[in-house]
């Protein structure tokens, strides 16, 4: 479940990004009731893109920005308290990050979802069915 953390330089202290991705994908797991799976969790990739001023924007003009953006299969993020739930806290997180600068207005998530059979894990590509099995399996382990 690959997260792109995309933000502005300078938004949040030198060196706390990674924290902050952590904190995110720890979030996302939870919302989910996914903490500690052992199928998921080393399954939740992703990237942080820090970018300068003049290369993000909001309103059509150079602005400090962050995204939050998740690819996910399309039975997650389904319940509307988990949508509340994640972009709230993700929102917070974020915004505490920054040590309160960064304006919760500017901060960003969302979710593009995967098409069906087209997740590609170890060389494997997973329906949504298959990839739900396995993570029920890892649940109960």
Request: charged fraction near 15%; include cysteine; proline fraction near 5%.
């Amino acid at each position: 479940m690959p997260l792109k953390l995309t933000l502005t330089e300078g938004v949040l202290p030198r060196g706390t990004e990674k924290a902050t991705f952590v904190k995110l994908c720890q979030a996302m797991l939870k919302w989910h009731g996914l903490t500690d799976n052992p199928v998921i969790t080393p399954n939740v990739i992703g990237s942080i893109h820090v970018l300068p001023l003049e290369e993000t924007f909001a309103g059509l003009d150079s602005a400090s920005v962050v995204f939050i953006e998740w690819t996910m299969p399309s039975f997650t993020f389904a319940e509307r308290s988990v949508q509340v739930g994640y972009v709230a806290e993700a929102t917070e997180i974020v915004h505490q990050a920054s040590g309160g600068r960064q304006p919760k207005a500017r901060i960003w998530c969302n979710v593009v979802y995967a098409g069906d059979g087209t997740w590609g894990i170890a060389g494997q590509a997973l329906s949504n069915a298959e990839l739900g099995a396995a993570v029920a399996q890892g649940a109960s382990k």
